[in-house]
């Protein structure tokens, strides 16, 4: 089930109008997208039905959801294992910035609370730093996670066992250190330029035909790719763009090139 909104507005004799239009639907491969859609600033018994059938269909499998790493806000559940077979089990919270920075929260079993994280990250792997608090003791651990299947895998320790070495016994260094494995619960991606080429093909694909029909039509920002994508920025296409027109352009007057739905 999806649930969008489409604005469509124009130049009349009025001057200037608009119009959102509130949609729901239901998108199956077989079906195609069919739904109910209605004005909104008009009540939801005057939807009316509408339906897309199906042209074509192409599937983009997605073998790892969190790889490559972008800009956005992540929660993963899963659990940190000592190498003395203890386990803790944790829900992480964090928020991926642009320049690279992290910042987030761990909520820690079986001691109960909520632990600050902070590192850095690349579309490959992540590095940060989170601190502890038993018996009244603070500790700070060092992280390392990389993107695997649908979670993260890596490893971590006491940040102190560098500077400790040897002086630790075996049983105690074991406790300090050891694997993680979380796995994604909920992502709330943040587009920008620099990450755009690690979306899904289909996703530039699709944001690159309504930059091309909003270009043609002499109407940046269009209506509708304002509203669905407006985080994706016109620079980038740009080149792109030229070439597409330039190449348009050198066409015969008589050929009459066939408008973008």
């Not at 008009?42 to 997605?62: G, N, S, T, Y």
């Not at 943040?190 to 944001?207: G, Q």
Request: hydrophobic share 35%; aromatic share 10%.
């Amino acid at each position: 089930m999806v649930h969008f909104k489409i604005v469509q507005w124009g130049r009349g004799a009025q001057g200037m109008w608009s119009q959102i239009v509130k949609c729901i639907a239901r998108l199956t491969r077989q079906q195609g997208l069919s739904g109910r859609f209605v004005d909104i600033r008009e009540d939801a018994e005057e939807a009316q039905d509408f339906a897309l059938r199906p042209i074509a269909h192409k599937l983009e499998a997605l073998d790892n959801p969190l790889h490559p790493l972008t800009p956005g806000r992540y929660e993963l559940q899963g659990i940190t294992i000592a190498e003395n077979t203890f386990v803790y089990e944790c829900a992480v919270t964090f928020t991926l910035q642009t320049n690279g920075m992290m910042s987030g929260t761990s909520r820690e079993l079986p001691f109960t609370q909520e632990c600050p994280l902070a590192g850095m990250w690349t579309r490959s792997g992540l590095n940060f730093l989170l601190e502890y608090e038993m018996h009244g003791n603070k500790h700070t651990y060092i992280y390392f996670g990389s993107p695997f299947r649908s979670g993260l895998q890596g490893t971590w320790q006491n940040s102190e066992l560098r500077v400790l070495g040897g002086n630790l016994d075996a049983r105690t260094s074991q406790a300090e250190r050891g694997i993680l494995e979380f796995q994604l619960v909920k992502a709330a991606r943040v587009w920008s330029e620099t990450y755009h080429k690690d979306y899904p093909a289909a996703f530039r694909e699709c944001v690159k035909l309504l930059l091309l029909a909003s270009h043609r039509d002499g109407i940046l920002p269009n209506h509708l790719w304002s509203s669905i994508v407006s985080y994706c920025g016109y620079n980038w296409f740009r080149s792109e763009l030229q070439k597409s027109l330039a190449a348009t352009e050198t066409k015969g007057c008589d050929n009459e090139v066939a408008k973008v739905p």
